[in-house]
């Protein structure tokens, strides 16, 4: 199996979903996610479910060089989608407010959280009942005016923590305390004992967010990529000239 992904790499598209139309991307869906999409009750939840499954099929097939319209998903026991013939591309996806992140790795599990920070009156019992004693203090002794930002940072990492597990949200989480280190590592601990360290792409797409994605590699090249209004994703010609006619380069390149 090809991957366009080349070397060991990471990519993170950032898709501001106000710029591209749901319904054109519906075709792409399974009858089992049409059915998902119509249950939303809010325009926002079902847009973004449509366009993250319509996407993540665009991008799944510009990687591994097959049409969108080819590409199964399955879900693992506890619902992380993975590519149904196994191939070997990692991914990971996650919205809030009019933003989607989705991360694609070859060099090890991802997991991606992005977060619309917005006031959460009772963040400090979250975290009490949520963070570790040592996530707590990170709180506690950040500054008043950036203890709620603080609060997403630390949830954003742990996030993307499990879902990389593919175990999302459960019993464990508070057990987990995950800090950045030096070099964009995120050092997990579980009680006194040290998990693993693994690779943090800590990123502001716009002021009023905060995303995190993790990975099982060190020493993976990380570029992060606004897709383009409209989404389709640019050919190797493509995206040649527009990295020279439009700047259409990476935004960040870890
Ligand atoms: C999975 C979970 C972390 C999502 O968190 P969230 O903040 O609501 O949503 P996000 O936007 O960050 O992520 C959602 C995406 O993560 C992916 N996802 C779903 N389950 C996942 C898992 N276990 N691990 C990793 N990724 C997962 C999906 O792509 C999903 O989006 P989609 O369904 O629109 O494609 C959270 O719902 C959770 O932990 N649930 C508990 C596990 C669970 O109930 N599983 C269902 C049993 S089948």
Sequence with gaps: MTSALQGRSVHVWQIDAREHEADALLPLLTADETVRAGRFLRYEDRRNFI?????????????????AEQIRLCADQD????????APLEFNLSHSGDRIVIGFSNAGAVGVDIEAMRPVPDYRRLARRLFSAAEQREIDHSEEAIKLATFFDIWTRKEAYVKMLG???????????????????LAISKGDVRVTT?????????????????????????????????????????????????????????
């Excluded at 993250?52 to 049409?67: A, D, F, K, P, S």
């Excluded at 175990?167 to 964009?184: E, N, Q």
């Excluded at 002021?207 to 209004?229: E, I």
């Design 167 to 185: 175990t999302g949200i459960d019993g464990d989480i508070a057990l987990y305390d995950c800090r950045p280190g030096p070099g964009a590592t």
């Design 79 to 86: 619902g992380k989608p993975r590519l149904q013939d196994g």
């Design 51 to 67: 366009l993250g499954r319509g996407l993540l099929r665009r991008l799944l097939g510009h990687y591994l060089q097959r049409e």
């Design 198 to 254: 693994l690779r943090l792409v800590g990123h502001r797409p716009e002021p009023d967010y905060v995303s995190a994605l993790v990975c099982d590699s060190l020493d993976a090249n990380v570029a992060v990529f606004t897709l383009p209004a409209g989404g389709e994703v640019p050919d190797r010609d493509r995206w040649r000239e527009m990295a020279e006619t439009e700047g259409f380069e990476p935004s960040i390149r870890l």
